[in-house]
Every structure is written in structure tokens, then in C-alpha cells.
């Protein structure tokens, strides 16, 4: 009889199961991504702002000694007021360029319909006070008929008007969440900080510090190139004649933040804005100022 302690047998796997169970965790990863998008693209963004927004919240905290909450809501409310007037701002700027479309489709159809006749006589009776008011109705039937009649323009005003709504409820979802992320962020760390063994929570404090560090030079450093862009992009757009040259170049800048890529994303989208909106001549004037 020995006496050695009776070891514990251990489970060997054939090749054949572990590259079926490599397979399977292969096909879960992008099958958890599709099945659970939107909650991992609300945590996603809820996670970028909490990472933009602690910044503020740590220079109130820090240099204006405010409580860690009185920070937290104060940099919330200024962020809900700007996200609204922003999203007033985009609905308003939408339905502004609708109505200068259909007017300008209106003003093509007028000039390129032709004139009515001097005078429009039944017999006796005079009728050229109707040559205007038929015109009118002829170009109105024409813009209702390109874009699928009234019942097309209904259905159209519908899905806009539903698609506001579930964008409003997101954000709104998005918004609340945030609230108490931003509150619950001190209580989270301690908690985490816990589940680190006492010997070694020094060395993982280090790691997540340099790693924030790193996170946090990342964003400045790609922030500035997001500005540089977003001001070449404005001046460009400014000369060549494309319309709202602020808000496109903003547009133009953002790729910057994706790394390597983003700026042949920039180049490309600059080429094409300019392709399809900008004007045949240069605007001397611009330069002149910029000079």
C-alpha cells in the first residue's frame, strides 16, 4: 500500500473537442454582438461620455474643492442643456433645408414651365385671373407627385416624425443611466479596488493609472488632431463654396479619433463633399480675409 495521496485524475480532451469548442466560442462572439447590439452600443456610449465628462467633474473637484457630486450634476445639467439645444439646433437646421428644397424645386418648375397666356378669354368672358392660380397648382401637383403624392409625403412626415421619437427615448435612456454612472463612478472603484488581493493592489493601482494616463493623452493628442482637421476642413470648405463649411468640417474632423484610418477617412470625405457641393469658382475674398 503507498503513500502517496491519491491524485485528483484530470480531464483530457481530444484535438477533435477542442477545436469544436474553439469553433463555438468563435461562433458566440459575434452572435452575443448581434444579439445584444444595442445594449453593448448603449454601454458603449455611455462609457465614452463617462470617460469625456470625468475630466470637468475632476477639475470642479479638484481645483474648485466641490464635492464629487455637486461636480457630477453640474457637469450632467451642462451637458443636457447642450445636448438639447443641439438637437433643437440639427431638427431646425433639417427643416430648414426641406423648405429651402421645396422652394428651390418650386422656383425650378416655375422658370422652366411655360409662361401662361397674356389673356384667357371663353367667349365673352374674361378668364386670365385663373392662368396664376392654375400655374400654381400645376407646379404643386408636380413636387407632390415626385415625392409619391400626399400619401407619400404623410408617410414620410411619419416615419421621420417616429424616428425622432425612438431618438429622443435612446437618448433619454442613454441620459438617465449616465446620471447615475457619473454619481456611482467613487463607489464602483473602491468596490473594484476590494476585489484586488491586499499584496499586489499596489501594482494594479500603478497598472490602471498609467493606463489612464495613457487613455487620457490618447484622446487629448487625437483631440487636437480632430481640431486641426476640423479648421482646415472649414477654410476648404469656405473657398470652395460648400454650404455650412462649420458643421462639415466638424463632420470631417471626427474620423481623426479612429487611429491610422481616420484620416484617409478625412481625405476621402473631404474630396467628396467638395465633388458634389462645393461651386465652380474659388472664393477670392475668403482668402484675402484668411490672409
Do not use: C
Request: net charge positive.
Amino acid at each position: 500500500m503507498s503513500d502517496e495521496p491519491n491524485t485528483p485524475s484530470t480531464l483530457i480532451w481530444p484535438n477533435w473537442q477542442k477545436q469544436l469548442a474553439g469553433l463555438v466560442l468563435v461562433l458566440l462572439v459575434p452572435a452575443i454582438f448581434v444579439f445584444f447590439r444595442p445594449v453593448i452600443t448603449t454601454m458603449l456610449i455611455i462609457g465614452l461620455l463617462a470617460f469625456i465628462l470625468r475630466y470637468p467633474i475632476n477639475f470642479l473637484h479638484r481645483r474648485f474643492k466641490l464635492s464629487y457630486n455637486i461636480a457630477a450634476l453640474l457637469v450632467f445639467f451642462l451637458f443636457l442643456l447642450l445636448s438639447i439645444w443641439a438637437f433643437i439646433a440639427l431638427t431646425g437646421a433639417v427643416i430648414s433645408a426641406a423648405i429651402t428644397l421645396l422652394q428651390q424645386l418650386q422656383t425650378f418648375l416655375n422658370a422652366h414651365m411655360p409662361a401662361p397666356p397674356e389673356s384667357l378669354n371663353l367667349g365673352p368672358i374674361d378668364l386670365s385671373f385663373l392662368s396664376g392660380p392654375l400655374q400654381r397648382m400645376a407646379s404643386n401637383f408636380v413636387i407632390s407627385q415626385v415625392f409619391g403624392g400626399p400619401a407619400g409625403i404623410v408617410n414620410g412626415m411619419g416615419h421621420l416624425l417616429t424616428n425622432a421619437a425612438d431618438l429622443m427615448g435612446q437618448f433619454a435612456i442613454i441620459v438617465t443611466i449616465l446620471l447615475f454612472f457619473l454619481l456611482e463612478i467613487p463607489t464602483t472603484i473602491g468596490g473594484i479596488g476590494k476585489l484586488f488581493p491586499e499584496n499586489s493592489r499596489r501594482e494594479y493601482a500603478i497598472l490602471i493609472q498609467r493606463s489612464d494616463k495613457l487613455l487620457t493623452n490618447y484622446f487629448f493628442g487625437s483631440l487636437l488632431v480632430v481640431g486641426f482637421y476640423w479648421l482646415l476642413a472649414t477654410i476648404l470648405f469656405a473657398v470652395t463654396g460648400v454650404s455650412d463649411a462649420l458643421v462639415k468640417g466638424f463632420i470631417v474632423g471626427l474620423p481623426n479619433f479612429i487611429p491610422q484610418v481616420g484620416g484617409y477617412i478625412s481625405t476621402i470625405m473631404v474630396f467628396f463633399i467638395t465633388l458634389i457641393s462645393g461651386s465652380d469658382k474659388v472664393s477670392m475674398s475668403i482668402l484675402v480675409l484668411l490672409l
